[in-house]
T-cell receptor
Framework: NAGVMQNPRHLVRRRGQEARLRCSPM?????VYWYRQLPEEGLKFMVY????????ESGMPKERFSAEFPKEGPSILRIQQVVRGDSAAYFC?????????????FGDGTRLSIL | AQRVTQPEKLLSVFKGAPVELKCNYS??????LFWYVQYSRQRLQLLLR??SRESIKGFTADLNKGETSFHLKKPFAQEEDSAMYYC???????????FGAGTRLAVHP
């Protein structure tokens, strides 16, 4: 089991472009979480998805950010019209069930840099 | 509000010295707390959680509800313990972790 796979590891975009970050959960995991880490800060929860459903998006900015976890394929975090403040490390995690019972496994993250 | 505070950005000790990484939390109700570790060039991984009351790699952490703390301790630090350590609390709804800013532990020979 390769664990949670995120790609790309590094992504550079110019202001105004779109950024697409991908996350393939561990085999057998149907729960996916996205976190953002700004420099010198801890990971901040963004969104929690189960297959084809957004369960909790309370940490997502209201505009330009969206996430999906289709029936087939990886989860995608999409940032439209990127700005400098979007520069951060974006981490994906997955679990088999609720976090009170199941551990959360993290990917290596995607480092997004905005020029 | 649910919050986790790790007051030290960097903790520097010599090999063999005791280590205590501080973590304080703000949460009403019964919290579930965790310590995650990230070694150089590796992904974030769970070190321990308070409900399992276990010792991993010589580390222990005790939940002190009176002081709202969950400090991570090890009696004798090793060089391989050098890493970033994050304290986290399970948020309401059990569908997200709330992380502290992290403490970098540097263990010198």
């Amino acid at each position: 089991n390769a664990g949670v796979m995120q790609n790309p590891r590094h992504l550079v975009r110019r202001r105004g472009q779109e950024a697409r970050l991908r996350c393939s959960p561990m085999k057998g995991h149907s729960h996916v979480y996205w976190y953002r880490q700004l420099p010198e800060e801890g990971l901040k929860f963004m969104v929690y998805l189960q297959k084809e459903n957004i369960i909790d998006e309370s940490g997502m900015p209201k505009e330009r950010f969206s996430a999906e976890f289709p029936k087939e394929g990886p989860s995608i975090l999409r940032i439209q019209q990127v700005v400098r403040g979007d520069s951060a490390a974006y981490f994906c995690a997955s679990s088999t069930g609720q976090l009170s019972n199941q551990p959360q496994h993290f990917g290596d993250g995607t480092r997004l840099s905005i020029l | 509000a649910q919050r986790v505070t790790q007051p030290e950005k960097l903790l520097s000790v010599f090999k063999g010295a005791p280590v205590e990484l501080k973590c304080n939390y703000s949460y009403s109700g019964s919290p579930e707390l965790f310590w995650y570790v990230q070694y150089s060039r590796q992904r974030l991984q769970l070190l321990l959680r308070h409900i399992s009351r276990e010792s991993i790699k010589g580390f222990t952490a005790d939940l002190n509800k009176g002081e709202t703390s969950f400090h991570l301790k090890k009696p004798f630090a090793q060089e391989e313990d050098s890493a970033m350590y994050y304290c986290a609390i399970l948020g309401r709804g059990y569908n997200k972790l709330i992380f502290g800013a992290g403490t970098r532990l540097a263990v010198h020979p």
